[in-house]
RNA sequence: GUGGUUGUAGCUCAGUUGGUUAGAGCGCCUGAUUGUGGUUCAGGAGGUCGUCGGUUCGAGACCGAUCUUCCACCCCA
């Protein structure tokens, strides 16, 4: 090797180890997606540009990944705009196509290029790796997984109440306790705007709300004056930032507080509304909280807004979101058809798993039992007696050549084998074969016409 | 995109004010042990010190650029 080779910031290899760990989590989130009535899709990792551009803000359009027309690109661009050396004018003149943001605005297109052959409601999940130029951190990738589940043409808020059990499901069995996950509701932090006369800064006003717990109040209402809003407005909005108690106390207030909004009052609702359902059902591992400083950057989001927060014991951002919108398809051409949706975020909740030690040991073992390689005749008996036992369903392999003993054993510790097999000679001419359990050295004799007498001591 | 931080063997890290041949632990390979791994003992391999350029008689160390890592912003899974 001439010089080292690497690969591109913020992207990563994946060890047979971490690809089981990896699995393990797809696997769960796989299963409770299906259990719930979702069905999977899956979309090109490249869409066109215009299909991305301008929908998730500007700052969204600065992370997505642009791709290079094919061709002689650049003889094609006019002089002027190739002279003036402006990124903005030239980028849309050379890329036509732009590797996916997330996967919600793809699958939205989908519905809308598909509508005449879905059959509506339609509740769609997908696990496809999205791309992001972000500078990466902890946590943060240029390459990730997003686990999404999403249900369109159904307004009712039962699909909310579904979607936080799923949630609560999958943690659950993923054995992640504590995780909290938060409410709010997009109608309610209108409300706010508008109760406080800010409706025409909601976003700056919710983006510096969602800092809260972060920054603190002092900080956010500095933002809030920096970015324009009116230090009467922040006065009315101050029993927010100071609002403890139970979900219930929160409704309570907020109800007071919002009283002249017909939407906010609408947004309360129908948090009280999801709040009941979901208490009346019950959680197993997550808790359930309203956070009215929850605002997330998307825009698209029209009611209520989920994050979910690792246990308090992790430093790590969140590990899934979601909400609905009623308008997502709108963009595309299809009027008023309502989705709701959630995601998990794979590659933290992984570093959480991790973190914690909650991934199974189980997952450490790739092979079940490895038979050890004596020789030309041996081998072809083992062959044979391997085939058997991977036709009862067992991971069994025999090592490619005839080694030293010494080094095929070698193999099996490092591969965390539980089992050893060995056929030489003797064993051969009996008719019989070895088993050696890795963990406590014994070893049983087996005859070797009758290889499932050792499956069922398993 | 802004500001900072990091890079020495496969891994975790030492390396003094710039000065002979860059070290340790773990791992790896070989042997003790030609049919028994995890323990032990002996020996061995492996580094153009991220890369390129500069300062200097001399650079792993100083300077610049670049890539990478992590962190705080921005934003977000």
């Given amino acids: 090797m001439a010089q080292k080779p690497s690969i591109p910031k913020g992207t990563r290899d994946f060890s047979p180890a971490e690809v089981a760990k990896r699995n393990h989590i797809i696997s769960i989130v796989k299963k409770h997606f299906e259990r719930y009535g979702f069905q999977p899709i899956e979309t090109p990792s490249f869409e066109n540009s215009e299909t991305l551009l301008g929908k998730y803000g500007e700052e969204g359009d ?5 791709i290079l027309n094919s061709g002689d690109f650049i003889s094609k661009v006019d002089d002027v705009t190739y002279s003036s050396k402006n990124s903005n004018s030239l980028t849309p003149k050379i890329t036509e196509k732009a590797l996916r943001y997330d996967l919600t605005v793809p699958f939205a297109r989908y519905v ?82 508008e109760v406080i006369g800010a409706q025409n ?120 979101g979601g909400g609905r919108y009623d308008d997502l398809t709108g963009i595309f051409g299809l009027k008023d058809v309502s ?21 199974p040991e189980s997952l450490e073992t790739s092979l079940d039992i490895l038979c050890l390689n004596f020789g030309e005749k041996e081998g072809a008996a ?44 003797k064993e051969l001419n009996a008719g019989q074969f070895i088993v050696k359990d890795m963990t406590t050295g014994n070893q049983e004799y087996y005859t070797l016409n009758n290889p499932e007498e050792f499956f069922q001591t398993l």
């Fill in 62 to 66: 600065r992370l997505i990944f642009k």
């Fill in 112 to 193: 809308v290029m598909h509508q005449n052959e879905i059959d509506f409601p339609f509740k769609r999940y997908q696990i496809q790796p999205v791309w992001r130029a972000d500078r990466p951190q902890k946590g943060r990738f240029r390459e990730f997984y997003q686990c999404d589940a999403d249900v369109v043409g159904a307004n009712s808020l039962l699909q909310e109440v579904e979607l936080i059990q799923l949630y609560d499901a999958v943690f659950t069995e993923l054995g992640l306790e504590g995780t909290t996950i938060k409410i709010n509701n997009r109608k309610i932090l209108y409300g706010i705007a």
């Fill in 201 to 320: 800064r909601l976003v700056d006003f919710t983006v510096a709300l969602d800092k809260l717990d972060k920054i603190g109040e002092q900080a956010v209402k500095a933002e809030m004056i920096k970015k324009g809003i009116s230090e009467s407005a922040i006065a009315k909005a101050t029993p927010l930032f100071g609002m403890v108690g139970t979900n219930e106390e929160k409704l309570e207030i907020l109800k007071g507080l919002l009283s002249e909004s017909e939407l906010g009052t609408e947004g309360v609702e129908e948090v009280k509304t999801i709040l009941t359902y979901v208490e009346g059902l019950g959680l197993t591992s997550a808790s359930l909280q309203l956070d009215v400083t929850l605002a997330r950057g998307l825009n698209y989001y029209t009611g209520a807004i989920f994050e979910v927060a690792a246990p308090a014991t992790v430093k790590m951002g969140s590990i899934g």
């Fill in 339 to 359: 989705g709701v949706g959630i995601s998990f975020g794979l590659d933290r909740i992984y570093l959480v798993l991790e973190e914690l030690g909650l991934f």
């Fill in 382 to 425: 083992a062959l044979k007696l391997v085939s058997a036992l991977r036709s009862f369903g067992l991971r069994a392999d025999l090592y490619p050549s005839a080694a030293k003993v010494q080094k095929q054993f070698k193999y099996a510790d490092k591969r965390k084998v539980p089992y050893v097999i060995l056929l030489g000679e």
